[in-house]
């Protein structure tokens, strides 16, 4: 079996078990069982003055390779470019991306210095897998070098439609960089879709197989691999005897006896501000779910050092304390909002203990508490899920609620229906999602995905 390379931006850290979520625990077992190496950022930041330092771990044969960014890197790199520009062109928000030269030199950089440090640690026969939009021009850097391993790219977010990415400034330049990958890998078909049709409009490419592009000298392969969630774990979790506790203080006596929660972290493409609408619609033009239903949203802080995050945050709490206001009364709390972290396993219980399980963005890859919720239900007594169409899940979850998450009155709607869903039909649409989520594991996503990686030809030398 081939050594397996992992890079990403952040590299997970294999002794905070608890806090990895299903990806990076199934990529480590992948490195674990492989051996290998995982590059990238290890989360701090040196002043500018000093020079990044590489620093390598190994257990067994797994290294760890990582580095600091510098003050201006991380500025530059981590948010101007990744996170206030490519962030939202790839969910389709032209009018919250912010270009600024120094940014894209920035991310330039630091990715021409990931390329630098990692070409001399690679063998020949490594497999190398690149993940997600921070590092685009990672594979183009190592080619640069010399590099003629097999090197992949999976994007864990959307893929714009090319009318909207066109509007980017240097968008040929990052194009051009994902030729020098032997595969892409997509969430869903309309990203891979949106993909082929850019490189064949705009770059010259033509399609010489379904998922297979020609663009110049190169071959591309661009395929379809929808992430997963571990789900046995997560099924443990949601079972276990400290869960069926924390479900029972949920629903405590005296307090409403439907729960409806969200999960996401605090971000513009989740909807949440939406999502809020949509509830108070609910209270309006279903009153009968006043002192019965409550809207529990848990939604972390991140990125908090971009405008358009702090923005996100003042609109939530302002909307959550405005139906708090208006709907609330002495014994009941319509929206109970949380901004904070939560372990996994009392997430995997809030989900068990919640009647409906609402993931409403505007924009997502694919969604991973989509799956977590249905794992996390009884089989039994099921919830339901309420789902954004323009969720990737819902490409494969199509027996959940499907919704526009534009349309609060829709939403509602939806939410009344799941609400009041007989139990033969909540049971027969969970055991069907349960059977696709079961299907397309974390490992199904992995295996997958290295499979096609080990199966593309050898690039050509130079
Ligand atoms: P994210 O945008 O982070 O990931 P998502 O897929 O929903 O979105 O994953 C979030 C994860 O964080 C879930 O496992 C969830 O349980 C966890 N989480 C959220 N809030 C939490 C809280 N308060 N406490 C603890 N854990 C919390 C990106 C893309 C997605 C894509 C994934 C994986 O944006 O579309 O599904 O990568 O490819």
């Known amino acids: ?176 960089a994902l030729v020098d990958y032997d595969l892409i890998g997509f969430q869903t078909r309309t990203d891979q879709a949106n993909f082929c049709r850019f490189m064949c409009d705009f770059m010259g490419g033509e399609m010489i197989g379904p998922d297979v592009l020609r663009i110049g000298a ?63 619609r609910l209270l309006e033009l279903y009153p009968q779910n006043c002192k019965a239903v409550t809207l529990m949203q848990i939604a972390p802080p991140t990125r908090e050092d971009v405008q358009a995050y702090a923005d996100i945050r003042h609109e939530l709490e302002a909307l959550s304390g405005e139906i708090n206001g208006q709907f609330g009364d002495f014994d009941w709390t319509p929206v109970r909002y949380l901004h904070r972290r939560v372990d996994r396993d009392t997430l995997a219980a809030l989900y068990r203990g919640s009647q409906v399980g609402l993931v409403t963005p505007l924009r997502d890859g694919m969604n991973l508490v989509a799956k977590e919720y249905v794992v996390a239900q009884d089989a039994n007594n099921p919830g339901v899920l309420v789902l954004s169409r323009f969720a990737g899940a819902a490409e494969d979850l199509q027996e959940a609620l499907i919704v526009n998450p534009y349309d609060a009155d829709e939403v509602a709607n939806a939410m009344q229906k799941a609400i009041q869903m007989p139990f033969a039909e909540r049971k027969e649409r969970h055991a069907a999602l349960l059977e696709r989520v079961r299907e397309r594991d974390a490992y199904h996503w992995m295996d997958g995905f290295l499979r096609a990686l080990a199966g593309c030809r050898v690039p050509m030398a130079a």
Not at 111 to 119: G, S
Not at 255 to 275: A, H, M, Q, W
């Open 1 to 176: 079996m081939k050594r397996l390379v992992v890079v990403s931006n952040r590299v997970a850290d294999p002794g905070c078990a608890q806090a990895l979520g299903g990806l990076a625990v199934c990529i480590l077992d992948a490195l674990r069982k492989r051996g290998g190496l995982w590059f990238g950022w290890n989360g701090e930041i040196v002043p500018d003055e000093a020079e990044p330092e590489t620093t390598s771990v190994t257990f067994d044969d797994l290294t760890f390779a990582t580095t600091p960014l510098t003050e201006r890197e991380y500025r530059d790199y981590y948010l101007g470019f990744a996170n206030a520009a490519l962030w939202p062109v790839h969910h389709y928000r032209l009018d919250l991306a912010r270009f600024a030269q120094e940014a894209i030199d920035g991310y330039r950089r630091v990715n021409d210095r990931f390329a630098e440090t990692l070409a001399p640690m690679l063998k020949p026969n490594d497999l190398v897998w690149a993940h997600d939009y921070h590092l685009i021009p990672l594979g183009a850097g190592l080619r640069a070098r010399g590099v003629r391993n097999r090197i992949g790219f999976f994007l864990h977010i959307p893929f714009p439609p090319p009318d909207v990415l066109v509007a980017m400034p240097e968008h040929e330049w990052l194009m051009s």
């Open 218 to 280: 190169r071959e591309v392969t661009a395929s379809v691999f929808p992430v997963g969630i571990d789900v046995d774990s997560f099924a443990a979790m949601a079972e276990s005897p400290s869960a069926a506790k924390r479900i029972e203080r949920l629903h405590r006596a005296g307090e409403p006896r439907i729960n409806v929660i969200g999960v996401d972290r605090l971000d513009y493409t989740k909807g949440l501000p939406d999502r809020l609408r949509s509830f108070k």
